[in-house]
């Protein structure tokens, strides 16, 4: 066995050491020709190597270099003991920093200092363990000193994180932005997109940054239980971030007013001190909600333009909208259920309800065009075939009539996950106006593993929602 220690050789000795262990890896996973045909033989040492590697760090035999990192804005200091030659080999910063001098002091944020030991370890391991606060100091260091792959896992692990709604998405976001990390920055915007009910009722939403709520108010995708939960939130930010009033007014101004009901309007005008204070500012919004709300989305679409978002629902989770959906055991077989929604968000459409019948199958094929197998003792079924594995769901009305006139429907089904008691969405699908189901509705999924990301205890929670869209009409003259 090959020790690696201090020799006479100085701090190369370790160089020849390492390319020693490494020839004995790559030699023993030749291939060897046996009883005259090609055998592939692979002796794998490289665990051998990290734990070398790791020893090496840990005791500091044959350091050339010393790393003295500072917290910054105290005297506490700790000393690595490390190598130029596999510091510079992932870091051309370090390569630079130390090809004339064998000590430094480097001054790092107090949150990169508590884990540079696991930055440094990455360097000679390739592996770390990360825990969620640690995250955003790895990466910061990661993208000081270039290692690029380091930057990249870490970055995929807050993506990853995010998805199972572990990660603190506001912080995560505004790191992201302040850093250019797009990437991030757009899955951070997802998740709270999708999740704002439950972002909206945590610590978190104190920490929304004027220009996060800048880019989540505009976007339809929302997902919260009804638009005036979004007042309400916006009103209690609004109370704590005390914005410029420009700010203010520019956020109140993308509430979608005509989706909330009239006699909700009249509370919130007559109780918030948000429109309280800003209320001349809303004025023709709020005069333009309960225009739309007086009148048939008919006649009010011959006179004004109902194209605009204001009259677009978002993903709202209220009955009126839609419902939830809890598929038990879903790999195993067809599930069918019907739902009512409201026709359309206008005060005039308050009492009409249009039925939608749901079709859930785990396969491809529709149930017609599949064969029906006795139901007798020992009789087996077939093995899926990998072309009718993907699940189907389709939305259908249940009749169509005069009603629907001027509108169509806009389906979005949102898929669930479990974390530490919340329900969270994890994926969302939307189906094209004209289409009954969406082409790419859990094509990735694995509903046979009972650890699938996509089940809660092997269930499958869905929610479905119908948003109606409503057409601008030829204009009546004036």
Not at 3 to 21: D, E, S
Not at 288 to 302: D, G, I, R
Not at 324 to 334: G, L, T
Not at 433 to 442: H, K, T, V
Request: proline share 6%.
């Amino acid at each position: 066995m090959l020790r690696l220690g201090r020799t006479k050789r100085g701090p190369w000795g370790i160089f020849w050491a390492i390319l020693t262990l490494v020839g004995l890896a790559t030699r023993a996973a030749q291939r060897a020709d046996v009883g005259g045909e090609a055998a592939g033989t692979s002796i794998n040492h490289s665990q051998g190597l990290l734990q070398r590697l790791q020893e090496l760090l840990r005791q500091g035999n044959a350091s050339d270099v010393v790393l003295r990192v500072q917290a910054a804005g105290t005297d506490e200091v700790r000393v690595f003991h490390a190598h130029r030659l596999l510091l510079g080999l992932h870091s051309q910063p370090f390569r630079e920093l130390l090809s004339n001098q064998s000590e430094v002091l480097l001054q790092e944020p107090a949150d990169c200092a508590a884990v540079f030991d696991k930055f440094i370890r990455y360097l000679y391991c390739g592996d770390l363990v990360v825990q969620l606060a640690q995250a955003i100091p790895l990466h910061r260091l990661a993208a000081r000193y270039g290692v690029a792959s380091l930057q990249r896992g870490v970055a995929d692990y807050m993506r990853a994180h995010l998805a199972g709604g572990a990660g603190p998405a506001v912080g995560w976001y505004h790191y992201a932005a302040s850093t250019g990390d797009e990437a991030l920055r757009q899955s951070c915007l997802q998740f709270l997109a999708w999740n704002l009910s439950a972002v909206a009722g945590s610590a978190e939403w104190g920490a929304v940054s004027p220009e996060l709520l800048a880019q989540l108010l505009p976007r339809s995708d929302l997902v919260l239980q009804d638009e005036l939960e979004l007042f309400h939130a916006l009103e209690a930010w609004l109370g704590r971030a005390r914005p410029p009033l420009a700010v203010a007014e520019r956020a109140l101004r993308a509430i979608r007013y005509p989706m909330i009901p009239p006699a909700q309007l009249f509370q919130l005008q007559a109780r918030s001190a948000a429109l309280a204070r800003h209320g001349p500012a809303v004025a023709d919004l709020l005069l333009q909600a309960y225009q739309f709300h007086a009148a048939s989305p008919l006649h009010y679409a011959k006179f004004f333009d109902v194209n605009s978002s204001a009259f677009l629902p978002r993903n709202y989770l209220a009955p009126a909208w839609g419902a939830p959906w809890v598929i038990h055991n879903p790999a195993r077989d067809d599930r069918s259920t019907s739902f009512q929604t409201q026709l359309g968000p206008s005060g005039h459409d308050a009492g009409r309800r249009v039925t939608w019948n749901v079709l859930f199958s785990p396969r491809w094929l529709p149930v017609s065009l599949r064969p029906v197998y006795a139901d007798a003792p020992g009789t087996a079924l077939p093995a899926a075939r990998p072309e009718d594995g993907r699940p189907r769901l389709v939305v259908t009305p249940a009749s169509s009539g005069g009603d629907a006139a001027g509108v169509s429907f806009q389906k979005t089904v949102l898929v669930g996950a479990r974390l530490h008691g919340r329900l969270l969405v994890r994926h969302a699908y939307s189906f094209h106006q004209s289409s009954e189901e969406a082409g790419d509705f859990l094509a990735h999924a694995d509903l046979q593993r009972r650890n699938s990301e996509y089940l809660v205890e092997n269930a499958l929670h869905l929610h479905l929602i119908v948003k109606p869209v409503y057409h601008t009409l030829i204009r009546t003259p004036q």
